[in-house]
């Protein structure tokens, strides 16, 4: 067994006391024009389709328990909720309610980003896990070693421009952080392997190049897979930025202002902490009205590890949720021990 925990917070968006909860944040919430401004500039946290429920979650366990047998421990992080078809009761399974960890001036909170700057606060949580989001799965056999080299996170360091999307502002916080302590000609001539390691593939090498001259950091790729982490790193950023961290944690659902746990990579890869590995054989896949690609390639294994990421535009969610499932029973189609 390895000493490496997994940890993945969760959410049941059907649940009618969860619901209420959620109305009444973001009714308090929208009182404080403020963080109501911020918040609707931020979206996705306060829309629902951030919690509409794929019924994927038990093909993640049956993928760990078949891809990652020796993973030490899980850290399930739920509202206060449970699938009905969880055996809370295995041994490896340890169920992490807010209250368990999140001090009482974060709660209640319906911040995945605040979710994420206290995992170091989880009772029991090994000093190597790997942080999964519920639409991240392992699609492959892992080994520890996919994670953690010489007890150090296994990353890839990659110079890039940050993309156009919703979280882009929460991005150039965390950037704004990191270049107030790092320069990338200082970074990079420090530990130019890591930064510069073929693993990456030529394009993301090149693209590092290519942005070197730039003062600052432009940016660092985000991979969007599950992501290997130590406490100390935590503690660590906790030490450092505690002012911008606890100012995050008090916003009950994501805002503009925020800055999330990617900061904490950022410094992790700056302070040359981890050992390179490429993410080509990864895959964000978005998900559609028609998921036949996708399907086609959880079914054939073609990744060690893909994100479904979630589209509004989507028509029929019922069908496509049906048609997602069916690819997943034919690739894991026993259950798992988790289940009951």
Same mark, same amino acid.
């Given at each position: ?133 519920? =639409? ?6 892992? $080994?520890? #070693? ?5 007890? +150090?996170? %296994?990353?890839? &360091? ?87 961290? =606890? ?6 659902? $994501?805002? #503009? ?5 990617? +900061?904490? %990579?950022?410094? &992790? ?72």
């Amino acid at each position: 067994m390895s000493e490496i925990d997994f940890v993945i917070p969760w959410v049941d968006g059907n649940d009618p006391a969860w619901r209420r909860a959620f109305a009444e944040q973001r009714h308090a919430d929208a009182a404080d024009k403020d963080a109501s401004a911020a918040r609707h500039a931020a979206g996705e946290d306060a829309s629902e389709i951030r919690y509409r429920d794929w019924r994927t979650l038990r093909y993640w366990f049956r993928s760990t328990e078949r891809f990652a047998p020796w993973v030490r421990r899980i850290h399930f992080i739920t509202w206060g909720h449970l699938p009905e078809w969880l055996a809370t009761d295995h041994p490896q399974l340890h169920v992490v309610e807010h209250a368990d960890y999140l001090p009482e001036a974060y709660r209640p909170t319906f911040n995945s980003n605040a979710l994420e700057l206290n995992i170091h606060r989880i009772a029991g949580l090994s000093e190597q896990f790997v942080l999964f989001n519920d =639409d991240t799965f392992l699609g492959r056999p892992a $080994r520890p #070693t996919d994670f953690f080299r010489d007890r +150090l996170p %296994r990353d890839m &360091a990659s110079l890039s421009l940050p993309a156009l999307e919703p979280i882009a502002h929460i991005i150039l916080n965390n950037l704004m952080l990191i270049n107030g302590c790092y320069r990338p000609h200082t970074v990079i001539s420090r530990n130019p392997v890591k930064w510069l390691s073929p693993r990456y593939g030529g394009g993301n090498v090149l693209k590092t190049l290519l942005l070197l001259p730039w003062s600052n950091f432009p940016g660092i790729r985000d991979h969007h897979m599950p992501q290997a982490f130590s406490k100390k790193s935590f503690e660590m950023a906790w030490e450092r930025w505690g002012e911008a961290l =606890d100012a995050t944690c008090r916003n009950r659902f $994501r805002t #503009t202002n925020d800055v999330s746990q990617w +900061l904490i %990579r950022y410094d &992790a890869l700056c302070r040359g902490a981890f050992r390179p590995i490429g993410f080509g054989d990864c895959r964000q896949m978005t998900l559609t009205d028609n998921n036949k690609p996708i399907c086609r390639a959880i079914e054939t294994q073609c990744y060690r590890m893909f994100c479904l990421h979630d589209a509004e535009r989507i028509t029929d969610f019922e069908a496509a949720s049906a048609q997602l499932c069916a690819a997943f029973e034919r690739l894991l189609p026993e259950k798992s021990a988790f289940e009951k």
